[in-house]
């Protein structure tokens, strides 16, 4: 684990145990240089503590690279909660969860990920100020999915653009893998702009139904849908998805969607999918909507058409790193990497601070 935080370079590691309630989680903060580390809190049934450890490095690294790609004034954190969130819920839990939050006083800020919802941030809030993604009422932005399923689909249309020449999603199709709030979503507007063909997939049986009832997707099997013949595939569940053993059988053109770490070793599975000229959109750049969702309620009254304009930057933002991969020859996951790292790098060595507006703007009824 140590040598892991060394090579990866995260500032602090937190264990969070708490017997009497069940709670056993991580907090990691990768990166503080442009701001505090923001990033999701994911409940996760994993199978032991060292798949758990990885998860969050590699997580919170990328919420530090989002955040810089995006243009936000924010690090990079994540955190997990090892539990069934089917199961394991519980007030006390969360409760004993946000006061963990609350002592590293604004370092970490948390919200929802895969596992855990809205409500359950606000279980939180009743112990820490330093959670987004709660709900209007309590003066935050709800349920960040469907603008990180918009980012995605500014995301899908650069990369239509780059190889078809233009950037329209009508006549295309598309097989998103993982059907939960983010996919179910990007479904919807998918539809909307015309897609000739939208395949799914989902574990979760209601969300596969609801997203074939509701927009008429033809649903694959969760091993199939990566094989399936397209224009794009939409890797929206658990990261990992791309690696050797499916990166063979890819018959798409793209792969642009949602999922945190899609490639399960970066340099092994990125340079694959660039010899076999599948465009690859790098995870942390194309669905950084919902970060810049809850970006906008911590920096002030939060308003969806102002989060919306901003995620639209996502397309221009693409369009850079596929710049940079041609005229610098390089895999677009290398291109991504430089183009946050140079940001990082030029604001760090101002040694600015961006903290006292989160401060003074954070759910200041909560202080």
Known sequence: MFQQIAEMGHERILLCSNPEVGLKAIIAVHSTALGPGLGGLRMWPFKDFDEAITDVLRLSRGMTYKAAA???????GKAVILGDPKTDKSEALFRSFGRYVESLNGLYITAEDVGTDMEDMEIILTETRWVSGVSPA?????DPSPVTAYGVLQGIKAAVNLIFGQPEIKGRSVAIQGLGSVGYYLAKYLKRDGASKIFGADIDTEAAEKAAADFGVEIVSTEDI??????ILAPCALGASLNEETIPDLRCRIVAGAANNQLAD?????????????????????????????????AGQYNQERALRMTRGIYLNLMRVFEISRTEALPTYVAADRMAEERIGKIKGLGARHWGRFISNHHPETG
């Open 70 to 76: 995006a243009g936000l004034n924010l690090g990079g």
């Open 138 to 142: 309590h003066g935050g932005s709800g």
């Open 226 to 231: 990566a094989k399936v013949d397209c224009d």
């Open 266 to 298: 970066e340099e092994r599975d990125g340079m694959a999918l660039h010899e076999r000229e599948i465009l690859y959109t790098p995870d942390f750049v194309i669905n950084a909507g919902g970060l810049i969702n809850v970006y906008n309620e911590l």
